[in-house]
């Protein structure tokens, strides 16, 4: 794979395609049909259709042979820089500020999933673009009369890249409730107004391309037939994958091998504190401070989503749905980091990014069959 060929799944390209040409279906299919939807005779993208929105005056340019995995890298490449402005929020020192950028751009899984490409990947950076701008626009737009509509625009567009990224709305709630303005429910309002605009938005493009509003078509999904029973025992959201999720996202540790290197990353994910332990300051980020309390309801807002959720986020390295929450972790461990980096906060960012750094090399090993030597050979000297 270069960088200027397409991805296992460029899914987002072939949707961008058929947008273009007044089809919500696909009129010409991928390279794999995994994980699209079969439903009376067509195929249809899974999820949210903002990727390929974005997509379309590239493929109006280039047609299909537009590759994603660019895409990818450079709206991965716009996140850090609006993580870094988000940043400036806190109490934080410049160097701090640095540290913390580098953590997300390079110690979290964000790294991979915008390096990658495919239509699972992309769909994760464009919601973090989003969530991000949704973040900033909270904390920094105040009480200004639209202020309130672009916070609740930017979550809109998140949540038609990332539908969970929608359950972020209690970031905005907890920060503008505290804040005792009487305009709250003049915010509230227009907040919900530009919301209402998002969710019509993917409920009107549910009804185009299934006939109900409600149906997201995952029932129709042609992937691992593990995932897909479970979707259709207890549905895509249910109480009792909670203990499962849990596990995997906060405990869960790599595979254990009996011969060299003896230990192997789960492609059913890892907890997001050993693949970026950086995370474990969170844990002191528990003032009574407006902005740790609405990072912690927007963050928990998120995750708990998620932990309901039927599908883990396999195959991946680390646990790559939390990136839907990612300004939120990054905030928290700002607070907790408490504005100074010191040797021991600096040692746990370089963990961090090495980790991840191994991870990358693991995701394009197996997804591609390069090998170990291979592919630190790639990852150092060859364009992917």
Known sequence: MTLWRGSLAPHYVYLAYSLLRGHVDLITLPPTTYDLL???GQWFVAGSPLPAILLMPLVTLWGLGVSDIPFGAVIGAINVALMY?????????????????????????HWYVAAIGSYWFNAHVVAVLFVTLF?????????RHAAPLRAGLWLALAGLARPTALFAAPFFLAWVWMQQRRSFLRELALFGFALAFGVGAHLAYNAARFGSPLDFGYAY??????????????????????PFNLYVSLLRPPDILSQFPFL???????????????????????????II???????????????????????????????DAAPFLMLLTAAGMQGHISPLKRGLVIVSILV???????MFAHLHGFGWAGMWYRLLVSRF
């Open 221 to 242: 999904v042609q992937g691992a037939e593990n995932i897909t029973s479970a979707y259709a025992r207890y549905g895509g959201f249910n109480l009792r994958f909670v």
């Open 85 to 109: 402005d988000l940043l400036g929020v806190m109490q934080v020192s410049e160097s701090a500020r640095r540290w913390l950028t580098a953590l997300f751009a390079a110690g979290t899984v």
């Open 135 to 143: 973040a900033r626009e909270t904390l920094c737009g105040g009480a």
């Open 293 to 323: 309390i609405a990072s912690w309801a927007g963050l928990l807002g998120v995750m708990i989503s998620l932990w309901m959720y039927h599908n883990t986020g396999s195959l991946q390295f680390g646990y790559r749905y939390s990136l």
């Open 356 to 362: 991840n750094w191994a991870g990358m090399a693991w």
């Open 38 to 40: 079969a439903y009376q």
């Open 264 to 290: 192997r990353p789960s492609p059913w994910g890892m907890s997001i504190l050993l693949t970026s332990p950086a995370f474990f300051y969170i844990f002191r980020a528990f003032r009574r401070d407006p």
